[in-house]
């Protein structure tokens, strides 16, 4: 990976470049079924429009036209703390690097706005693992969270009413 501009990175097979706001809709398209499995949070167009800011896709051309096949964002909590949010490789095209890419895409996002640590939430310890994140302290501390609301009460709030 190209370490001094992460803007635009191309592997053999796909493109790694910054989100854009006519993105939007595909982006959308490709987190809906993540959504659905419960895999991902939704979001709101309004949030994911802030996320895109600091996202980035990964296309493949098919057919002639690109097509957006994932897509992660870092979000930046403070100058010491920031988060990969929202990565999402679609159904077919796992096991091709594309998540790897996009994770280094943000790190690398993060590394040049000065940001001390950037922190991964997965079901998916190996992965990330093999791109370099580990425990901060680990065999000492672990990130312990306190749910003020179950992921179902967020889902059903997201969903608009349909009894008007």
Known sequence: MNQSDLSTQKNSEHLIRSAHYDDLDAIQALLEPFVQRRKLLRRLESELILLMANGFVAELIEGGKPKIVGFAAVEIYSRKLSEI????????????????????????????????????????????RKLGFDYSLPEQKR??????????????????DQTD
Not at 100 to 128: H, Q, T
Not at 146 to 154: G, V
């Open 143 to 160: 990130a312990l969270f306190f749910q003020l609301h179950s992921r179902d009460d967020l889902f059903r709030d997201t969903i608009p």
């Open 85 to 128: 949010q929202c990565l999402a490789v679609a159904d077919g095209y796992h096991g091709r690097g594309i998540g790897s890419d996009l994770v280094r895409a943000c790190v690398e996002r993060a590394r040049k706005k000065g940001i001390l640590e950037v922190m991964a939430i997965s079901a998916s310890d190996e992965f990330l």
